[in-house]
Nanobody, 124 residues
Framework: QVQLVESGGGSVQAGGSLRLSCAAS????????MAWFRQAPGKEREGVAA????????TYADSIEGRFTISEDNAKNTVFLQMNGLKPDDTAMYYC?????????????????WGQGTQVTVSS
């Protein structure tokens, strides 16, 4: 089992920045990908960014438009999501996820493990 704990959410004005963190524990050696997803009320869960664990190869959703950066600190088993230029449409619950399978890095159904989520609210 892998446990994931997110932190770093909050409320910001449009144009602001936030940095989310996700600490992994447990059988982390089984992780192949880690990712960030988000879900706004009434909408489906959306893949935002993913990274090949210990390979530092990122994948981003088109909707991010270059504003977010995913990174990892392998020594601390932590993945980060730096979010710049935030927009009201970015308002959602953000979830960290991990999986052991390869491929399809932004598909929620591919992920084995999920954190509890951290709320991001962007006001105009």
């Amino acid at each position: 089992q892998v446990q994931l704990v997110e932190s770093g959410g909050g409320s910001v004005q449009a144009g602001g920045s936030l940095r989310l963190s996700c600490a992994a524990s447990g059988y982390t050696r089984t992780i192949n990908y880690m990712a960030w997803f988000r879900q706004a009320p009434g909408k489906e869960r959306e893949g935002v960014a993913a990274i090949l664990w210990r390979g530092a190869l990122p994948t981003y959703a088109d909707s991010i438009e270059g504003r977010f950066t995913i990174s990892e600190d392998n020594a601390k088993n932590t993945v980060f999501l730096q979010m710049n230029g935030l927009k009201p449409d970015d308002t959602a619950m953000y979830y960290c996820a991990a999986k052991s399978r390869s491929g399809w890095p932004l598909i929620a159904g591919e992920y084995n493990y999920w954190g509890q989520g951290t709320q991001v609210t962007v006001s105009s």
